[in-house]
């Protein structure tokens, strides 16, 4: 059973737009990140959020953590067709619960 | 060392067959998970080791997986008498114990006819 659920599961925009993803979890973890994995390849990490609140800025991508530890978003300003990809939040403890994803892909 | 890696990058199987992958880990890291993926879904967790020692066992993995890591370094996931529902991305990650980031290999794609 997933205990993160993201929205959209599917983005599709043009290139030069701004995007959103929503990452929600019923759990507290000790801390949330979040992956871009592209086709034939394992999750990269982009970032990890732990601090109820915080903000962190990766170039064009801002992640956001809710103040309960329940939720985050990634914003992509100024989306490039380099960003297409599947996009997961996951909850850390010992292990990692990925979300459900967001496949985005990015139209010239 | 460039990363994780693992063997076979596919597979492809008829059911009743047993399977066998293998897991390179980065070599200074002392965790490996195994995680499954299917087609339009996140990584499910299957297992994890310190060392050779096997901490964490999911649910998910039925008695016909089997994970082992004899000497704390590579680590090998076997499926026996696979199902046509095995089919998915197998990969695995590793990490240094006191850090959270884990870093994934290309994954092992298993399809059971």
């Known amino acids: 059973t997933q205990l993160l659920e993201q929205s959209p599961q599917f983005l599709s925009i043009q290139e030069g737009e701004n995007l959103t993803v929503y990452c929600n979890s019923s759990s507290v973890f000790s801390s949330l990140q979040w992956y871009r994995q592209e086709p034939g390849e394992g999750p990269v990490l982009l970032v990890t959020v732990v601090t109820g609140g915080e903000v962190k800025k990766l170039k064009r991508l801002t992640f956001q953590f809710g103040d309960a530890r329940k939720d985050s978003s990634l914003h992509i300003t100024a989306a490039q067709p380099g960003d297409t990809g599947l996009y997961l939040c996951?909850?850390?403890?010992?292990?990692?619960?990925f979300g459900t994803g967001t496949r985005l892909t990015i139209i010239p | 060392d460039t990363g994780v890696s693992q063997d076979p990058r596919h597979k492809i199987t008829k059911r009743g067959q047993n399977v066998t992958f293998r897991c390179d880990p980065i070599s200074e890291h002392n965790r490996l998970y195994w995680y499954r993926q299917t087609l339009g879904q996140g990584p499910e967790f299957l297992t994890y080791?310190?060392?050779?020692?096997?901490?964490?066992k999911s649910r998910l993995l039925s008695d016909r997986f089997s994970a082992e890591r004899p000497k704390g370094s590579f680590s090998t996931l076997e499926i026996q008498r696979t199902e046509q529902g095995d089919s998915a991305m197998y990969l695995c990650a590793s990490s240094h114990r006191t850090y959270n980031e884990q870093f994934f290999g290309p994954g092992t794609r298993l399809t059971v006819l």
């Open positions: 996951a909850g850390v403890d010992e292990k990692l619960t």
């Open positions: 080791f310190q060392n050779e020692a096997q901490l964490e």
